[in-house]
């Protein structure tokens, strides 16, 4: 199995570039991942809806161009569908059984994700109703599947 993360933006605070960098070390025992950054773009205060939206778009087509043709695309959504961990594992690992060898995982900027990036989706998750900053949103995607991972192999770590 093959993991890509295509993310809107550079990780510019050390401590999440660390816990980046360990999730990545640990999930080398499991799977390949690949992250993939796109340039993301300033949104001054008080953008209007219609500016915000021609951000989302050019970071859209960023994304788009970025996602590999071979993957099973996952956006993370706040109005996505919500799984535990043991029902996410259990998604994993039923992608891998139907000869899904790949599965790329999109997160947006701080405007979230163009309705053209979302419409290319095979699935649209969130994992929670709350906002996160998407730099912090990245860790938590890595550690979810590294999380994913251990279940799969029946490995302690999911309680």
Known sequence: M????????????????????????RLSRY???????????????????????????????????????????VTLEIAGKNYSSEEFASWIEDCSVRGKSHICFVIGGSLGLHNSVCKRADLALSFSKMT??????????CEQIY?????????????
Do not use: W
């Open 132 to 141: 996160f900053p998407h730099q912090l949103m990245r860790v938590i995607l």
């Open 147 to 159: 999380r994913a991972f251990r279940i799969i192999q029946h490995e302690p770590y999911h309680k």
């Open 31 to 73: 799977t390949k991942l690949n992250i993939i950054e796109v340039a993301d773009e300033m949104t001054p205060d008080g953008a209007s809806a219609v500016l915000e939206d021609q951000i989302r778009e050019k970071e859209g087509v960023r994304i788009l161009a970025k996602l590999p043709q071979d993957a099973l695309i």
């Open 2 to 25: 093959k993991i890509s993360i295509v993310c809107v933006g550079k990780i510019k605070e050390k401590f999440f570039r660390d816990a980046i960098d360990e999730y990545s070390k």
